[in-house]
C-alpha cells in the first residue's frame, strides 16, 4: 500500500501528498494512457481542486522515452475515480488510497508538531553549546551532526543529501527521526551544563540511541 501515494519532497516542511495516473491505472486495471487522457479531458475541472502538475520521467515499460506523468492531490484522485467504472478493484483501490492518504497526511501533521517543538529548544541548546566550558568554534556544528547521525543512523552529509542545497537538515528528518532528534537533543544539554566533555557526551548518545533503536518494536 505505500506505493499508492507518496510526498512530493524530503523536505518535509514543503512536502504534499500525492497520487499519480500511473498508479491510478496500474492498481484500477486500467491502461494508463486511458487514464491520462481522462485527466487531459477533464484538467478544468480537476484544477479547480488545485494546480495538476505532472513531470516528464521515464518509466519500465517506456523504452528510455520520457512520458508525462500526472501527479494529483486526494480530492483531484477522488474525483478521478468517479469517473471511473465502479469496477471492484476500483472500489478496493479507492478505500486502499483513501488510507494511504490519511497516513501520510497524518505523518505531515505529526512532523509538524515535532518540529515547532524542536524550534522552541533550538535557543536552548545553542545557549548551553556557547556556555559550555569546552566550548570551541566548531562546537555548534559538530553536535548538530552528532544530533543528526545519531537520530538518523546516517552521516550528516548523507541525511543533507536527501534535499536542495540549503534546506536546513532537520526539515529532510522524518517524523520518527526527528522525534528521536528532540529526545537526544534534550539528554545532551545537562550533559553540556555539567561540563562533560564531547567524547563522554558522545558515547553517552551513542549509546542511548542504540539501546533505543534495539528496544524498539518490530513492525
Given at each position: 500500500m505505500k506505493d499508492l501515494a507518496f510526498l512530493t519532497s524530503p523536505d518535509m516542511s514543503k512536502a504534499e501528498v500525492v497520487t499519480n495516473h500511473v498508479v491510478i491505472a496500474k492498481y484500477a486495471g486500467l491502461n494508463r494512457t486511458s487514464v491520462r487522457k481522462l485527466i487531459d479531458n477533464n484538467i478544468s475541472d480537476l484544477e479547480e481542486l488545485g494546480k495538476v502538475s505532472f513531470e516528464m520521467?521515464?518509466?519500465?515499460?517506456?523504452?528510455?522515452?520520457?512520458?508525462?506523468?500526472?501527479?494529483?492531490?486526494?480530492?483531484?484522485?477522488m474525483l478521478l475515480i468517479t469517473w471511473l467504472d465502479n469496477t471492484e478493484?476500483?472500489?478496493?483501490?479507492?478505500?486502499?488510497?483513501?488510507?494511504?492518504?490519511?497516513?501520510?497526511?497524518?505523518?505531515?501533521?505529526?512532523?509538524?508538531?515535532?518540529?515547532?517543538?524542536?524550534?522552541?529548544?533550538?535557543?536552548?541548546?545553542?545557549?548551553?553549546?556557547?556556555?559550555?566550558?569546552?566550548?570551541?568554534?566548531?562546537?555548534?556544528?559538530?553536535?548538530?551532526?552528532?544530533?543528526?547521525?545519531?537520530?538518523?543512523?546516517?552521516?550528516?552529509?548523507?541525511?543533507?543529501?536527501?534535499?536542495?542545497?540549503?534546506?536546513?537538515?532537520?526539515?529532510?528528518?522524518?517524523?520518527?527521526?526527528?522525534?528521536?532528534?528532540?529526545?537526544?537533543?534534550a539528554l545532551v544539554i545537562p550533559l553540556l551544563e555539567l561540563g562533560e566533555e564531547y567524547n563522554d557526551i558522545k558515547a553517552t548518545l551513542e549509546k542511548y540511541a542504540t539501546k533505543k533503536a534495539v528496544n524498539a518494536p518490530q513492525q
Open positions: 520521467t521515464t518509466l519500465d515499460d517506456s523504452r528510455g522515452q520520457k512520458v508525462k506523468i500526472y501527479q494529483l492531490n486526494r480530492n483531484q484522485a478493484p476500483v472500489r478496493a483501490f479507492k478505500l486502499d488510497l483513501v488510507k494511504r492518504f490519511d497516513e501520510l497526511e497524518k505523518t505531515i501533521q505529526t512532523w509538524t508538531k515535532e518540529r515547532a517543538a524542536e524550534k522552541a529548544t533550538t535557543r536552548s541548546l545553542t545557549d548551553a553549546v556557547q556556555n559550555w566550558e569546552h566550548t570551541n568554534p566548531h562546537a555548534q556544528s559538530n553536535f548538530r551532526k552528532l544530533l543528526t547521525k545519531c537520530a538518523t543512523g546516517s552521516p550528516y552529509t548523507k541525511v543533507q543529501a536527501r534535499g536542495d542545497k540549503g534546506v536546513p537538515m532537520v526539515d529532510l528528518l522524518t517524523a520518527e527521526e526527528l522525534q528521536k532528534y528532540m529526545r537526544l537533543k
